[in-house]
Antibody, heavy 120, light 111 residues
Framework: EVDLVESGGGLVQPGGSLRLSCEASGFSFSNFWMSWVRQAPGKGLEWVAN????????FHVASVRGRFSISRDNAKNSLFLQMDRLRVGDTAVYFC?????????????WGLGTLVTVSS | QSALTQPASVSGSPGQSITISCSGTRSDFGGYNNVSWYQQHPQKAPKLIIYDVNKRPSGISDRFSGSKSGNTASLTISGLQAEDEAAYHC???????????FGSGTTVTVL
């Protein structure tokens, strides 16, 4: 059974940093694109970043480009999101998600999310 | 890149059919048929219910169906049930640096 477990969220002041982790199990982690998707309180979903199977291709939404960085460690079946220079507007639940296989697009599996609160 | 446009809310009675629209620009959809839909109950993670416009993952009821015409995608829920009360989000793969764009989300209420 596929399982994605996020950790690392918490309360941080504006300008601070956090590193989110997502531990994957139940599938061959190194064979899939992986993504981070966030949801601000009471709002819709927003794609944040994704990374290809070997980590050589990474993409970030414009609002976090230069501040956040997605990475992965296939040996540890783990996905990461380094978040620097955090802003109040980054407050959200951050979900780790596994892409569909092959040439289909979408998120077949999701973690339960980890809450990031940016506040002074 | 702005979110895809969805109605804020849609309601229907048990047994009825409802349709949720998801509109964007040509660049939002990237000329591809890579639209997915997610169901999200309160305080839960989203769940994939439609991908590639009209395909259902294993285990998803055939009461859920998807379509796309031009720059508008649609999700239809037939035979509405109480358990369908949830938020629904569309999503499209784009051909820009913003790889995926989500819709603004629609709350479905079963009357």
């Amino acid at each position: 059974e596929v399982d994605l477990v996020e950790s690392g969220g918490g309360l941080v002041q504006p300008g601070g940093s956090l590193r989110l982790s997502c531990e994957a199990s139940g599938f061959s982690f190194s064979n899939f694109w992986m993504s981070w998707v966030r949801q601000a309180p009471g709002k819709g979903l927003e794609w944040v970043a994704n990374i290809n199977q070997d980590g050589s291709e990474k993409f970030h939404v414009a609002s976090v480009r230069g501040r956040f960085s997605i990475s992965r460690d296939n040996a540890k079946n783990s996905l990461f999101l380094q978040m620097d220079r955090l802003r109040v507007g980054d407050t959200a639940v951050y979900f780790c998600a596994r892409d569909l296989p092959g040439n289909s697009y979408g998120y077949e599996h999701w973690g339960l999310g980890t809450l990031v609160t940016v506040s002074s | 890149q702005s979110a895809l446009t969805q109605p804020a809310s849609v309601s229907g009675s048990p047994g009825q059919s409802i349709t949720i629209s998801c509109s964007g620009t040509r660049s939002d959809f990237g000329g591809y048929n890579n639209v997915s839909w997610y169901q999200q109950h309160p305080q839960k993670a989203p769940k994939l219910i439609i991908y590639d416009v009209n395909k259902r993952p294993s285990g998803i009821s055939d009461r859920f169906s998807g379509s796309k015409s031009g720059n508008t995608a649609s999700l239809t829920i037939s035979g509405l049930q109480a358990e369908d009360e949830a938020a629904y989000h569309c999503c499209s793969y784009t051909n820009s640096l913003t790889i995926y764009v989500f819709g603004s989300g629609t709350t479905v209420t079963v009357l």
